[in-house]
């Protein structure tokens, strides 16, 4: 209340004039999902959600159906492919391209599985593909800030990220945001909870993973998100919380074995990515969009896996067809490289580059299979017909260059 007086400088006329003055207490709206009284009590609706898992549950059934007519050795094969993805797609969603070839060497001698030219990898590498392995085969050991200081020094071995020093086997000292942007027209996309609520937050987060009951796919959602919001690191907060979401969905399957890529296909699909994650980070804490999204990605990241596991279901097909066919080494040297994806045309000239041996002894030994049912000619000029391999009587593969 406030009180004003007025005066024309007649007494007779002084007045009191009272005047109520209303405060408004301006509110202020919460930013981010973390600042939301609510958090981290997530919700979202059941019914969809259950409708998108049925889907996602019958696409699996599928995937393990297919998966069944092979052997461990082949399934092992099919493995070292998927985590050998996972692992290289998580880094090029955050920028960091690995090289193909030693992330899948480093899988494959960590898992026991025998490669016919393996390469030898880096130590970042090797860290990289520990990480990622420690999450996925020992998937039932609880989930501990030690373990995952662990996973940060897997992916930080030199206390440095690019040019700057960071945090490493311990949560963050500092704000954290996320920027795009040049600088001076930077953009924040997010800003992270405050480096003293980190302890209480992933405490929180620790205990609720540990003993989560939801299924497993949801948990999975659940558990990248969340995660990601508290942002507990320096950097390496994205592949990390890709690697627990990787964790959750082996708990899903109750399997140390991954036939699919959750990671590669959010690679694919990296802008809707972000832009679902800053959404869903600006809003509250009913999550159904982003599960719905999620799970929507997980479907196409199981039917993608076709594509991949193929190769291998199509090369385990084809020598428990020919178990009996006789063979030379070099013949079965040259049809394993095509059956595993070599990236070029089944000729006699590509055969005779490949094992070094005169154009007349490759025609020799492709015009034997040819004989035996197993390459079929295919159209090409008559000097140079090029090939397709009967896997079975119903199964062709024909080998063909990369950018065909």
């Known amino acids: 209340m406030i009180l004003l007086f007025h005066t024309d400088n ?72 998927s985590i050998s993805h996972d692992i290289i797609a998580s880094s090029e969603i955050e920028g960091v391209e690995l090289n193909n070839e030693q992330v899948r060497s480093s899988v494959a001698r960590k898992l026991g599985v ?82 003293e609520r980190i302890d209480e937050e992933m405490n929180r987060f620790l205990d609720w993973f540990n003993s989560d009951v939801h299924n497993g796919y949801v948990k999975s959602a659940i558990a990248h998100l969340w995660f990601v919001c508290i942002h507990p690191f320096d950097d390496g907060n994205g592949r990390i919380g890709r690697a627990i979401a990787d964790m959750a969905l082996s708990q899903a399957e109750d399997s140390k074995m991954r ?61 428990q067809t020919h178990a009996e066919t006789v063979l030379s080494e070099r013949q079965r040297e040259v049809l394993n490289l095509y059956l595993d994806g070599y990236p070029g045309k089944l000729t006699a000239k590509n055969w005779a580059k490949r094992v070094k ?13 040819v004989e035996k049912g197993i390459l079929i000619p295919q159209q090409g000029r008559v000097r140079d017909v090029f090939y397709g391999i009967r896997c079975s009587e119903s199964i062709i593969v024909i080998p063909m260059p990369e950018d065909v």
């Open 10 to 81: 007649k007494p007779q006329n002084l007045r009191l004039i009272i005047r109520k003055t209303v405060y408004l207490q301006k509110t202020v709206m919460p930013m981010y999902i973390h600042e939301h009284k609510e958090w981290p009590s997530f919700s979202w609706n059941k019914e969809l959600v259950g409708e998108k898992l049925n889907k996602v549950n019958k696409a699996v059934g599928y995937l393990m159906g297919r998966l069944s007519v092979i052997g461990f050795n082949d399934k092992m094969s099919a493995v070292v492919e």
């Open 259 to 319: 036939f699919f890529s959750i990671s590669h296909q959010i690679n694919k699909d990296k802008k809707q990515y972000y832009d679902i994650l800053e959404k869903t980070q600006k809003g509250d804490c009913e999550i159904t969009e982003w599960i719905i999204w999620y799970l929507d990605c997980l479907l196409r990241s199981v039917e993608q896996s076709d594509e991949t596991l193929s190769k291998v279901l199509n090369k385990a097909i084809f020598w």
């Open 357 to 369: 041996v005169s154009p007349d002894t490759a025609a020799r030994d492709i015009k034997d299979l």
């Open 114 to 195: 025998q490669l016919p030219n393996p390469t030898e990898s880096s130590r970042y590498i090797d860290g990289v593909v520990e990480m990622a392995l420690d999450a996925t085969v020992n998937f039932n050991s609880p989930l501990t800030h030690e373990r995952l200081f662990g996973w940060h020094n897997c992916l930080f071995s030199t206390g440095w990220s690019g040019p700057t020093k960071i945090d490493v086997a311990r949560y963050r000292s500092g704000d954290m945001k996320v920027i795009s942007g040049m600088f001076g027209r930077e953009k924040v996309h997010y800003v992270a909870p405050a480096p």
